[in-house]
């Protein structure tokens, strides 16, 4: 079974950071598209960054030079740097895996990835 588990989340203040772990099991693809949603209460899930199995990476418009999506293959982890936070980056953070590529230019939408971790919540507050 596939099994997404987050952790790095926390209070912090405006302009601070926080980094968020996905530590990712039982996935044997080697192709694939990883990818950090936040959503708020009440609101629909928004993609914020996402990484395919060549490193090519995505942002929202929202989070780009500021947020940095990466991954350690050897450990099998995915990471959100966030830097500069803004109260709106307030919400719970998910993970989430598809076995296929991203695209090339753009997020992909919720409902392409299978598998999703617990979340992890960020609070920034100003």
């Known amino acids: 079974h596939v099994q997404l588990v987050e952790s790095g989340g926390g209070s912090v203040q405006a302009g601070g950071s926080l980094r968020l772990s996905c530590s990712v099991s039982?996935?044997?693809?080697?192709?694939?598209?990883m990818a950090w949603f936040r959503q708020t209460p009440g609101k629909e899930r928004e993609g914020v960054a996402d990484i395919d199995d060549d490193g090519i990476t995505n942002y929202a418009d929202s989070v780009k030079g500021r947020f940095t999506v990466s991954q350690d293959n050897a450990n099998y982890t995915v990471y959100l740097q966030m830097n500069s936070l803004k109260p709106e980056d307030t919400a719970m953070y998910y993970c989430?895996?598809?076995?296929?590529?991203?695209?090339?230019?753009?997020?992909?939408?919720?409902?392409?990835?299978?598998?999703w971790g617990q979340g992890t919540q960020v609070t920034v507050s100003s």
């Open positions: 039982g996935f044997p693809y080697s192709r694939y598209c």
């Open positions: 989430a895996a598809a076995r296929s590529y991203c695209h090339s230019r753009r997020l992909l939408p919720a409902t392409n990835f299978e598998y």
